[in-house]
């Protein structure tokens, strides 16, 4: 599905002018019971959620410069971490000392850290929007003011608004 309306040229996120146009994939979240079956295995899981998910594609979405420096410094701090930890992980994994058990536990928490950096580095994880469930709306929970008031004016001026 497509975006039918066209957007503001206002930054969703951060309520400043467009400096650029992006094609977006929006997806909706997964249903709660999709958790369940993890302990089943994380296929399962997988599965479910792609079966389950409703998506909208928004052509032309708004993105600002502070929304790429963002992108950029969660990809680029994520990648880091990562490599950090995995050049670090092989010194201490063997080692039997109480301080190369606190290096892994540490080396464990900076590849989740990481791991949940580059996850929310995605375009549609900076905008912080999702699809409901009917498919119908992108949803904006901390849109910025200007966005908003932009949309209001715009779907109250739209025909056959009341």
């Not at 959620?49 to 990809?75: E, F, H, K, Q, Y």
């Not at 880091?80 to 092989?90: M, S």
């Not at 409901?132 to 949803?139: A, G, I, K």
Request: with cysteine; glycine share 4%; aromatic share 8%.
């Amino acid at each position: 599905m497509t975006a039918a309306r066209d957007l503001p040229r206002v930054c969703a996120r951060h309520g400043r002018p467009a400096d650029q146009l992006k094609s977006l994939r929006f997806s909706s979240r997964p249903p709660a019971w999709t958790y369940a079956l993890i302990p089943l295995g994380l296929l399962f899981f997988l599965i479910a959620i792609v079966v389950m998910r409703n998506d909208v594609w928004a052509p032309s979405w708004p993105w600002c410069d502070r929304c790429g420096r963002l992108r950029v410094v969660r990809l680029l701090t994520g990648l880091a971490l990562f490599a950090g930890a995995l050049a670090v992980l092989p010194s201490v994994a063997d080692r039997r000392e109480t301080a190369a058990t606190v290096v892994t536990a540490v080396v464990v928490l900076a590849l989740a850290l990481a791991a949940v950096l580059l996850a929310r580095s995605y375009a549609t994880a900076i905008v912080g929007a999702h699809v409901t469930r009917d498919s119908r709306w992108v949803r904006i929970p901390r849109a910025h003011e200007r966005f908003a008031a932009e949309v209001r004016q715009d779907v109250a001026s739209a025909p056959g608004a009341a």
